[in-house]
């Protein structure tokens, strides 16, 4: 029988967003296959979470490939973005929080492909005077990270409904980013 990677990975994203100290052998019966074909497939957690990042670079750069980032103004586009990002929230939330990802030089060059085209989302925002100049676009790209892992969580925990998901996070988002005018 053939094993469906794929939803081998979003079981195993499903539960580590919930219970990020879940061994293997809880991700195999989440995923519904025995420990042995789970190390089959994955060596260990690092060689699982290493999969389940390139997952969740490939599903960002396709949202925002749909996004459309250079369209409409800059707040359009940021909406947009955050409604294509939103199908991989749950994933996005676990490797957020996956500090292994981000020690020593290993770091997977998707992270750097994707902060640079958020942020040069912002930057467009910027310079259009849409956008607020103090707040560097980084930050902002960390903001939207922080926010869609934050809400993810909520949804999954109950705590907001998951049709407010795009509206709570577009309104903070864009409500302490956009520009205002002196009094």
């Not at 996004?67 to 996005?92: C, I, M, N, S, Y």
């Not at 999954?156 to 988002?173: P, Q, S, Y």
Request: proline share 2%.
């Amino acid at each position: 029988m053939a094993v469906d990677r794929d939803h081998v990975l979003r079981s195993a994203a499903a539960l580590l967003t919930r219970k990020s100290t879940a061994t293997m052998d809880e991700v195999a019966k989440a995923a519904g296959i025995s420990r042995a074909t789970l190390h089959r497939q994955f060596a260990g957690r690092d060689a699982l979470v290493r999969a389940l990042e390139a997952l969740g670079i490939e599903e960002c750069e396709a949202a925002l490939d749909a996004a459309r980032l250079d369209e409409g103004t800059a707040q359009e586009a940021v909406r947009r973005l955050v409604k294509e990002l939103e199908k991989a929230a749950g994933l996005l939330a676990f490797l957020y929080t996956e500090n292994q990802l981000f020690e020593g030089d290993g770091q997977h060059e998707g992270w750097a492909r994707l902060d640079a085209r958020m942020s040069a989302l912002f930057r467009r925002g910027q310079a259009s005077g849409e956008f607020r100049i103090d707040l560097t676009p980084p930050w902002l790209t960390e903001a939207l990270y922080g926010l869609m892992a934050s809400a993810s969580w909520a949804v999954t925990e109950g705590r907001i409904a998951a049709n407010d998901f795009h509206h709570m996070i577009v309104e903070l988002l864009l409500g302490g980013a956009l520009r205002r005018e002196e009094p």
